[in-house]
């Protein structure tokens, strides 16, 4: 239960449980594949595909023919239900910088207010003249969705339900003003000019980490689906090689549908099942 805890904290959104899967892997010696690049397969060693930094294909190589033996496949996602930020169009008023947001996925939305929240994703920054695609996770709090006090709202316990578009605007602590609250907290944390950011996808979590209650329960956030990838992960890495190609597969974006290029309803397994059943044929 520790490393899932652990697991879970290494994993603010669905890029950094991609790289987290990753680091696991690689410490058990499994090598990264180029989709765009030839491969060289060995029977019983264990390989990795990385898609669009959020999706994650692994598998061990089995010492049996596919035709044979075939593939044992087990599956989960890396993305959570959350609040996305809207990265354009952050302001300043009466004193506090405000960013809005949208929901990713289905998220309780009460749960997420009154929480001390930061900042997780990818950002795409420009340094010494290349554009890269960076990781990002500010992981100190540094953002709050405030609830109204009672004696402003006076039907919260009511059954009271929150506009998504009024009553979600978060609230950042940055201490200065500037036009562009957002992006000049990313560009101070970066150590970049606010022209040099590029296209980001970015969303809020929960800072808190995971807890114990008693030796029994833990209570985390992101529980789904990180609960499911750590027990994916876990198996394989936990398994020996055997007649059956052994495949973890990690997808993004179960929480919006999985149309992505990423996703569940792509091409990326199968594509890669075939290009492994292939390069068998091969030999």
């Known amino acids: ?22 680091d696991h892997l ?5 090598k990264n594949l180029d989709e765009k690049k030839p491969w060289k397969l060995k029977p ?23 035709s ?11 993305d959570s239900p959350s609040l996305k930020l809207k990265t354009e169009g952050g302001s300043w008023k009466n004193g506090s910088a405000r960013v809005s947001t949208e929901t990713y996925g289905s998220p309780i939305v009460s749960s997420w207010l009154d929480r001390e929240l930061s900042i997780a994703g990818v950002v795409n920054i420009k ?7 960076e990781l990002f996770n500010y992981e100190k709090p540094i953002a709050v969705v405030p609830n109204l006090a009672i004696h402003i ?3 919260v316990n009511k059954g009271f339900e929150y506009n998504k578009q009024n009553h979600l605007q978060v609230i950042l602590g940055i201490g200065k003003s500037d036009k562009d609250p957002l992006k000049s907290l990313i560009s101070d944390y970066s150590g970049v000019k606010i022209n040099d950011l590029g296209e980001m996808d ?7 980490p995971g807890s114990f209650l008693g030796d029994e329960y833990l209570v985390s ?11 994916v992960l876990s198996a394989l890495l936990s398994s020996k090689p055997s007649d059956s190609t052994q495949v973890a597969v990690f997808y993004d974006n179960e929480e919006i549908g999985s149309l992505t290029f990423q996703g569940a309803n792509s091409s990326f397994l199968s594509e890669i099942l075939e290009r492994i059943s292939l390069l068998e044929d091969e030999h």
């Open 68 to 78: 044979q033996s075939g593939f044992m496949i087990a599956g989960a996602h890396t």
């Open 202 to 208: 970015l969303f809020l979590y929960d800072s808190a």
């Open 1 to 22: 239960m520790k490393d899932l805890q652990q697991f879970i904290k290494e994993s603010p959104s669905s890029y950094q449980t991609a790289w987290s899967i990753i």
């Open 44 to 66: 019983g060693n264990g390989y990795y595909v990385l898609r669009n930094k959020s999706s994650v294909i692994a598998f061990r190589s089995g010492t049996g023919s596919i």
């Open 221 to 231: 956030p992101r529980i789904d689906n990180l609960a499911m990838c750590h027990s």
């Open 153 to 155: 709202n006076r039907e």
């Open 26 to 30: 690689e410490a058990s010696g499994f």
């Open 127 to 133: 340094r010494k003249g290349l554009w890269l695609r």
